[in-house]
């Protein structure tokens, strides 16, 4: 089974674009999980451009009063700021239910790729360790097309001690909205089955949609989790939260069956 975690950031956007408490996050993220939602993620980032360190505090007590999976997402390698503590010193406050990794420097509009796996392995390992002894399941963003050779792809993500990759899925969605989705879903599939064999669990995100979502968890084998906010708050401005939510719920329960 797949389960959909709803990142609320573009709820933060939108607040933080006119200032004040509306909208309010938390009751987004609550109407998310009344319609289907199995967890919520937020990206929170040093700048606070969208969710900052209060939300995170908000949004974790609320996932907790429901029992639900609160996935956090970041740069471990960002330093702390006035207003930012760090990744680690986040996860240490609000011990989610998993930390992803994600390598995006404070210039990056959004993320668009992941860990360069020869580079950044030694700086990873004990970033990893450190959330693992808080109690949190560890994911570190992976690219698709990472090589399979020995000390350069997926596998390296399992030496590291990490329980999951999160594919980035961005040049798929890319591929299939150019109508030549087909070959970009052989690649992922491939990770994915690499990753499993490597003992990793797979996660993915990154400009999934309704559109394009049923082909991609068709094809690619035992994806746990998928983590969409971009294009399910764009499709809510539509159609409704609730609704929406609902339809991605269709998806994935298709998919599982």
């Given amino acids: ?5 709803v990142n ?7 607040r933080n674009s006119r200032g004040g408490a509306e909208p309010d996050i938390v009751r987004a993220a609550r109407a998310c ?30 996932t907790r009063e429901r029992g639900v999976e609160f996935n956090l997402e970041g740069n471990p390698f960002a ?18 239910a ?19 796996f020869v580079r950044d392995s030694d700086a990873l390992a004990p970033r990893v360790a450190a959330l693992k002894a808080l109690g949190c399941r560890v994911s570190v963003f992976a690219d698709a097309h990472v090589e399979a050779a020995p000390g350069a792809g997926l596998e390296v993500a399992a030496q590291l001690g990490a329980d999951r990759v999160e594919l980035y899925t961005g040049p798929y969605a890319e591929a ?40 991609f968890l ?4 035992q994806v746990l989790e998928v983590s ?14 609730d609704a929406t939510v609902r339809a991605y719920r269709a998806i994935t329960d298709r998919a599982a069956s």
């Fill in 176 to 215: 299939f909205a150019r109508g030549d989705g087909t070959a970009m879903l052989q690649t992922f599939a491939a990770a994915a089955r690499r990753a499993q064999a490597a003992g990793l669990g797979v996660n993915a995100g990154h400009d999934l949609s309704q559109a394009n979502l049923g082909a």
């Fill in 79 to 96: 330093p702390p700021r006035p207003g930012y503590p760090g990744f680690l010193a986040l996860c240490e406050q609000v011990r989610p």
């Fill in 33 to 62: 999980l009344d319609a289907g939602a199995h967890g919520i993620t937020v990206h929170p980032r040093p700048d606070a451009r969208h969710v900052r360190h209060d939300d995170v505090v908000a949004l974790s007590a609320l």
């Fill in 228 to 241: 969409i906010g971009h294009a399910l708050i764009s499709e809510a401005l539509y159609d409704g939260l």
């Fill in 98 to 116: 998993q930390a992803t990794l994600v390598p995006d420097g404070d210039g990056q509009l959004t993320s668009d790729h992941g860990f360069d």
């Fill in 1 to 5: 089974m797949t389960v959909l975690s």
């Fill in 218 to 221: 068709a094809a690619v084998p």
């Fill in 8 to 14: 609320v950031n573009k709820i933060a956007v939108l």
